[in-house]
């Protein structure tokens, strides 16, 4: 069976159905789901909140993966109806950059390459390239790659050969005026 519509074309008692009901349907999307919550404009905020609850009782482990997966609707779904200042965004996107490098630790995955940070998101509607799956690491990621600030630039950069290379040749021409000046100070 089907579901046959779009998520956001729901009414609440529909959502209720849905998500009860979710094994008899094929094409259920649990992120079109959770995005849908936050796009839906058939509920009010009331609705929108209690069924954020339902579905994050029925989708646990799948809603904590989408702060890997998709953080922005992560972070929408979390924050709905909420007001918050530019400190309480700040804070929440670094527990969730937190909560990223927890939970790739914790499944040992040998790369970084998930959901919205494997496409091609420039920010142009009119390019050819948008949402197109791309390579780890390559040109066309103009979202960038996921990374952290305990990340050593060795992990994730391709340039970092070129900086260690120069850093030694800069280290090398150095070392003889270090030693004159030894010399000369004893």
């Known amino acids: 069976m089907k579901v046959g519509r ?30 849908s919550i936050v796009e839906t404009t058939k509920l009010s905020l009331e609705e929108k909140l209690e069924l954020r609850k339902v579905a994050i009782a029925a989708f646990a482990k799948t809603f904590e993966f989408l702060q890997l997966k998709d953080p922005q609707t992560y972070f929408a779904v979390t924050t709905l109806g909420e007001s918050l200042t530019v400190a ?76 260690k290379a120069n850093r030694h040749k800069r280290d090398r021409k150095a070392e003889p005026q270090i030693i004159r000046q030894l010399l000369d100070s004893e």
């Open 88 to 163: 309480d965004k700040n804070q929440a996107w670094e527990d969730i950059r937190h909560n990223q490098q927890k939970i790739l630790e914790s499944k040992r995955l040998g790369h970084r390459n998930f959901g919205t940070y494997s496409k091609h998101l420039c920010g142009y509607d009119t390019c050819p390239l948008n949402g197109m799956m791309i390579r780890a690491g390559s040109l066309l990621a103009y979202g960038g790659e996921m990374h952290f600030h305990s990340d050593n630039s060795r992990d994730w950069s391709r340039w970092s050969k070129e900086l």
């Open 6 to 35: 779009q998520f956001n074309t729901l009414t609440y008692g529909e959502y209720l159905h849905l998500i009860e009901n979710r094994k008899k349907f094929t094409d259920f999307n649990t992120l079109g789901l959770f995005r």
